[in-house]
């Protein structure tokens, strides 16, 4: 097996000859003979273990044997310990789900502050064809029933090829340690159920399954290929950037032949599931949002908007500003400094007659039954009516500041509109400079 690892890694990963990378390893056979062979081919590595603290004294025996095998392989060990079961109930999410986001978010802070380029993880071909299964029961698309790429951005798979028996008599001919999961026999999870009782039928009615499902997943790789071009091509007429909106036109939508499949496809990136419901936004009424983990996506008038969704829900309302540069919910800064030039003003700045205001002055969210004054109009108005006339959408509305003076009185629609009661007249001395 070693000399065809050496020839696979060469002619699909010749670049970590060069590169410092970590190898997450549970202390499972898989990962320790993963260890072993690049130990063998001489490659500079890094360990990397999570402990999950699922099973007791098993899981801190097993964090004491990768630690050990680091001092037998001379290679640096990395650990770290979760309250996985915590994290699971807090994000009300399963404990195989959490454990990957536990363990992928830290392999992204590691790579970041001990600079590797890359985490290798040791599924083999077994996986994969488990994988192909369990994604089949849940109704995956294309993606799913590709099986695990060998490369996603940081993470390499490069056992992908080899299959679980190859693994096992490598570690069994050199005499290779490690350390049994008691419940990789367990039935309760789908994976096992697969594992255990389907697979091995498989292998029974079709020996050489493994290379059948390669190819198979090789002609899904290929079609998903195509797919991909054909959704960019749409992609140029459907979709235009907005600031920090993407905005999917929906009549252009509506006209393709299947508009579930291609919306699917445009967002699936967005970690939406709900794909009946995205759907049915084409033909809501504005204002209706379907929110995903990460994002929300709004019907307005003629388009989707998708924005990332804010997840700091105790961000402040209001601040208090006076003279100088102030952050806001670290979503702009405003700067207010006297005025030394006579500048011209645009959205992003206004000038203000200095004896018309008041410090500290409040820059905060708007509310119902708020008005202004606005420049270039008679009379006051409603900035719920302005909004309207503006044409702006719910997430526009929502991003909206008000720069008020201490009456409360507006000053400044941030970056929309100027109150007209507080503008410089010629004759103005003490003149403000108010920017975002």
Same mark, same amino acid.
């Given at each position: 097996?070693?000399?065809?690892?050496?020839?696979?890694?060469?002619?699909?990963?010749?670049?970590?000859?060069?590169?410092?990378?970590?190898?997450?390893? =549970?202390?499972?056979?898989?990962?320790?003979?993963?260890?072993?062979?690049?130990?063998?081919?001489?490659?500079?590595?890094?360990?990397?273990?999570?402990?999950?603290?699922? +099973? %007791?004294?098993?899981?801190?025996?097993?964090?004491?044997?990768?630690?050990?095998?680091?001092?037998?392989?001379?290679?640096?060990?990395?650990?770290?310990?979760?309250?996985?079961?915590?994290? =699971?109930?807090?994000?009300? /999410?399963?404990?195989?789900?959490?454990?990957?986001?536990?363990?992928?978010?830290?392999?992204?802070?590691?790579?970041?502050?001990? #600079?590797?380029?890359?985490?290798?993880?040791?599924?083999?071909?077994?996986?994969?064809?488990?994988?192909?299964?369990? #994604?089949?029961? +849940?109704?995956?698309?294309?993606?799913?029933?590709?099986?695990?790429?060998?490369?996603?951005?940081?993470?390499?798979?490069?056992?992908? &090829?080899?299959?679980?028996?190859?693994?096992? *008599?490598?570690?069994? *001919?050199?005499?290779?340690?490690?350390?049994?999961?008691?419940?990789?026999?367990?039935?309760?999870?789908?994976?096992?159920?697969?594992?255990?009782?389907?697979?091995? @039928?498989?292998?029974?009615?079709?020996?050489?399954?493994?290379?059948?499902?390669? &190819?198979?997943?090789?002609?899904?790789?290929?079609?998903?290929?195509?797919?991909?071009?054909?959704?960019?091509?749409?992609?140029?007429?459907?979709?235009?950037?907005?600031?920090?909106?993407?905005?999917?036109?929906? =009549?252009?939508?509506?006209?393709?032949?299947?508009?579930?499949?291609?919306?699917?496809?445009?967002? &699936?990136?967005?970690?939406?599931?709900?794909?009946?419901? @995205?759907?049915?936004?084409?033909?809501?009424?504005? %204002?209706?949002?379907?929110?995903?983990?990460?994002?929300?996506?709004?019907?307005?008038?003629?388009?989707?908007?998708?924005?990332? +969704?804010?997840?700091?829900?105790?961000?402040?309302?209001?601040?208090?500003?006076?003279? %100088?540069?102030?952050? @806001? #919910?670290?979503?702009?800064?405003?700067?207010?400094?006297?005025?030394?030039?006579?500048?011209?003003?645009?959205?992003? =700045?206004?000038?203000?007659?200095?004896?018309?205001?008041?410090?500290?002055?409040?820059?905060?969210?708007?509310?119902? %039954?708020?008005?202004?004054?606005? /420049?270039?109009?008679?009379?006051?108005?409603?900035?719920?009516?302005?909004?309207?006339?503006?044409?702006?959408?719910?997430?526009?509305?929502?991003?909206?500041?008000?720069?008020?003076?201490?009456?409360?009185?507006?000053?400044?629609?941030?970056?929309?509109?100027?109150?007209?009661?507080?503008?410089?007249?010629?004759?103005?001395?003490?003149?403000?400079?108010?920017?975002?």
């Amino acid at each position: 097996m070693l000399q065809d690892f050496k020839l696979h890694i060469e002619d699909n990963f010749s670049f970590l000859k060069e590169k410092r990378f970590l190898i997450a390893v =549970s202390g499972g056979i898989d990962s320790v003979v993963l260890c072993y062979l690049f130990h063998a081919l001489k490659y500079s590595f890094a360990i990397a273990h999570c402990n999950f603290k699922l +099973r %007791g004294e098993e899981s801190d025996e097993d964090e004491d044997f990768v630690k050990t095998l680091g001092s037998t392989l001379q290679v640096e060990v990395f650990t770290e310990s979760f309250k996985t079961e915590n994290y =699971s109930k807090e994000q009300k /999410t399963s404990i195989q789900i959490a454990a990957r986001e536990l363990r992928y978010n830290w392999f992204n802070k590691l790579i970041k502050k001990r #600079n590797f380029s890359y985490v290798l993880t040791a599924h083999h071909a077994d996986d994969n064809l488990e994988t192909f299964f369990i #994604n089949l029961t +849940r109704g995956s698309g294309i993606d799913g029933l590709i099986g695990i790429p060998k490369k996603n951005e940081n993470i390499l798979r490069p056992l992908l &090829k080899f299959s679980r028996e190859e693994i096992e *008599k490598y570690a069994l *001919k050199k005499e290779i340690r490690w350390r049994e999961d008691a419940s990789n026999a367990e039935q309760k999870y789908l994976r096992n159920k697969i594992r255990h009782s389907l697979i091995p @039928v498989l292998k029974e009615i079709e020996p050489n399954i493994l290379n059948t499902f390669g &190819k198979v997943s090789k002609n899904l790789s290929e079609s998903k290929s195509i797919i991909d071009d054909k959704i960019r091509e749409v992609s140029e007429d459907l979709i235009e950037k907005d600031g920090d909106f993407i905005k999917i036109n929906i =009549s252009k939508v509506l006209n393709l032949s299947n508009p579930k499949t291609y919306l699917y496809h445009l967002l &699936k990136e967005f970690n939406f599931t709900e794909w009946n419901n @995205v759907k049915d936004l084409l033909k809501s009424q504005t %204002g209706k949002v379907i929110s995903s983990k990460t994002h929300e996506i709004l019907r307005d008038r003629d388009f989707l908007l998708l924005q990332k +969704r804010k997840l700091n829900k105790d961000s402040k309302r209001s601040y208090e500003i006076n003279l %100088g540069t102030y952050k @806001v #919910n670290n979503e702009f800064s405003i700067s207010v400094e006297k005025n030394t030039k006579n500048e011209a003003v645009n959205k992003k =700045s206004i000038l203000v007659n200095k004896n018309l205001v008041t410090f500290p002055m409040i820059i905060r969210k708007w509310e119902v %039954g708020d008005f202004f004054y606005p /420049t270039g109009m008679k009379g006051k108005k409603k900035v719920s009516k302005f909004f309207k006339d503006e044409k702006l959408s719910k997430f526009e509305k929502e991003r909206i500041w008000l720069l008020c003076n201490q009456k409360n009185e507006i000053v400044w629609i941030v970056g929309k509109r100027q109150d007209r009661r507080f503008v410089p007249s010629i004759s103005s001395k003490d003149v403000l400079k108010i920017s975002i």
